[in-house]
């Protein structure tokens, strides 16, 4: 016997829907990540459940948390702490004196910018946090080409100076715009703490 249209177009439409419910399930054509419970995030969005150790320079000085995992890499003076499109650059350097709003405008930026693709200025402003006062500085840049793909990423970036006893540590996050990274980063500046 055979089936009448009807029935023919219930089935398919039977299909379709549990087709859906299956890519909708999997996340299937989402560049997302899966998160603990089954959390969608956004590329670079850094799990909530990530844990952080405490990473020491040689030189000592001070200690400050990075999240657990990261791959090491010693760039000249800094150190840079990567996984996947985030970023955590460490660098400590003698200074005479602490930065304030004005003199991160007048040198820090230009400077930064400078070396900077597609480099646009965000804020610049005085924040505290767990070591002290620090001068934040806030821009969006492109990455650096991946050497695979050759994909650029358009970042935002929040760099942190410190200064403590003639030493100035400056701290810069990255990731993807649009990456929701407010609580980690918190975490990791809010962690520097001053051994001397």
Wanted: glycine share 10%; hydrophobic share 40%.
């Amino acid at each position: 016997m055979r089936d009448r249209p009807g029935r023919r177009g219930a089935v398919l439409i039977g299909l379709v829907a549990a087709v859906a419910t299956l890519l909708v399930g999997t996340g299937c054509g989402s560049h997302a990540t899966s998160g603990p419970a089954g959390e969608q995030n956004p590329a670079g969005d850094i799990p909530d459940n990530i844990a952080f150790v405490a990473f020491r320079p040689a030189s000592g000085g001070f200690e400050v948390k990075v999240p657990e995992g990261w791959s090491r890499t010693d760039s000249g003076s800094a150190v840079v702490f990567t996984d996947k499109l985030n970023s955590v650059r460490i660098e400590a350097q003698p200074a005479a004196a602490a930065p304030t709003v004005d003199t991160a405008k007048a040198t820090e930026v230009p400077t930064v910018a400078a070396g900077t693709a597609n480099f646009v200025l965000g804020k610049v402003e005085q924040v505290h946090r767990s070591a002290g006062d620090a001068v934040l500085v806030t821009f969006r840049a492109d990455s650096p080409p991946d050497p695979v793909t050759g994909k650029v990423i358009r970042n935002s970036v929040e760099r942190y100076e410190f200064f403590h006893n003639g030493t100035s540590v400056v701290l810069t996050l990255s990731g993807p715009e649009g990456a929701d990274n407010v609580d980690p980063w918190r975490t990791v500046t809010d962690s520097l703490r001053w051994l001397s």
